[in-house]
């Protein structure tokens, strides 16, 4: 379980899920023939998400628990294969409860 106690730890979690749905679209995208590169445009959204998200964060204007973050529906439905499902889901958690220093 990946966890923040305050805005740097979040952003530095936010990162880390940019870097790796970046990292999964641009090899994905390599190997053409891989049954997997229809994900590449839902991991490129979803990083965009969290990239506007991160600045939001950063800026000071995001409000925290509120409601679930946009690319959670598609992270339920795409849990299967996605090796980090898991940092998204917490980072949403985190979101949901807003208990950050």
Known sequence: MYS?????ELLELVDEAIFEL???AFC?????EDELADLVP???QMADY???LRQDIGNGTH???EKELE????VRRLRQVLPFHALLEDINRIQLYGRLR
């Open 28 to 32: 994905m995208d390599e190997e053409m």
């Open 63 to 65: 409000r925290f628990a």
């Open 22 to 24: 970046e990292e999964m």
């Open 71 to 74: 690319y959670v529906p598609l």
């Open 4 to 8: 923040a106690r305050n805005i740097p």
């Open 42 to 44: 839902h991991c490129r």
């Open 50 to 52: 969290l990239k506007s």
